[in-house]
Every structure is written in structure tokens, then in C-alpha cells.
């Protein structure tokens, strides 16, 4: 069950990012994934064309309103916060999804709840923006 509180899902993030710390990468990448699919779901909060105006990780905890686009943003969060050792990128497709991509389409996050996808196939992306552009988010 989703926290009510912004405390309560502050706390629930740490702690999710206290147990990757300990996991190896592809296991903290299905954690990382399945955290996220927790949140309540609304079909439009974000745009791509804001994101220079998107929120920082704390705001998104705040708002409490998870689109796709905010599910993938708060995985890609994650992964830049732990620093995890893998090359990762926030790509729209063109079919409109939000994926985090982790070392050219070997993990995709933010497709299946359940489960990190693994697959080299190449990907129709319409936008992308690489981890590093999220570090000054902290």
C-alpha cells in the first residue's frame, strides 16, 4: 500500500534506497522498478516539453501524482541518487511511453510492474535524456 503521508513516503523512499545499496545492480534495478509501480496512478501530470521544469525527487514524494512520465522520472531518480554503475537514460518512444533505459535496451524499466525487461531490440525513441542531466536535480 501506497503511504499517505509525504513523511511516510519519504521515509519509504530512503528505505528503498537503503536496501539497493546492498543489492547488486540488477536486483536493485527490479526493486527500483517494482517501488515505483506502487504509486497511484493518473494518466497526465508531466509533459515532455516542461522538462526543464519537471520536478526534483522531493517534490515529486510532495505531489503524490505519478503519471508514467513521473513513475519513469522518479527510476531514474533512484538510479542517479545510488549512483548505480550503468549508463541509463529517460527516452520517450513514439508510441508515447516513458521508459528508463539502462545500457541500450538490456533493461527497461517502467513497462512491466512485475519485472525489468531485458532486450538489446532497438527502441523507436522520439526524446531522450541521459542520467547525468537529473544530477543537478539534488
Same mark, same amino acid.
Given at each position: 500500500m501506497w503511504a499517505k503521508t509525504f513523511e511516510q513516503r519519504l521515509e519509504a523512499w530512503k528505505i528503498l534506497r537503503t536496501e539497493c545499496q546492498a543489492l547488486n545492480t540488477e536486483v536493485a534495478l527490479e526493486k527500483i522498478n517494482a517501488w515505483w509501480h506502487q504509486t497511484p496512478w493518473r494518466p497526465y501530470y508531466l509533459h515532455w516539453d516542461y522538462y526543464q521544469e519537471w520536478p526534483n525527487p522531493w517534490e515529486i514524494l510532495d505531489d503524490n501524482v505519478y503519471c508514467p512520465l513521473t513513475r519513469a522520472l522518479g527510476m531514474i531518480y533512484t538510479i542517479v541518487v545510488l549512483d548505480l554503475p550503468v549508463l541509463a537514460e529517460l527516452i520517450e518512444t513514439e508510441a508515447g511511453d516513458y521508459l528508463v533505459v539502462?545500457?541500450? @535496451? /538490456?533493461?527497461?524499466?517502467?513497462?512491466?510492474?512485475?519485472?525489468?525487461? @531485458? /532486450?538489446?531490440?532497438?527502441?523507436?525513441?522520439?526524446?531522450r535524456l541521459p542520467a547525468s542531466y537529473f544530477q543537478d536535480k539534488f
Open positions: 539502462i545500457e541500450e @535496451n /538490456t533493461r527497461i524499466l517502467n513497462w512491466d510492474p512485475h519485472t525489468t525487461l @531485458n /532486450t538489446g531490440l532497438p527502441l523507436q525513441v522520439a526524446r
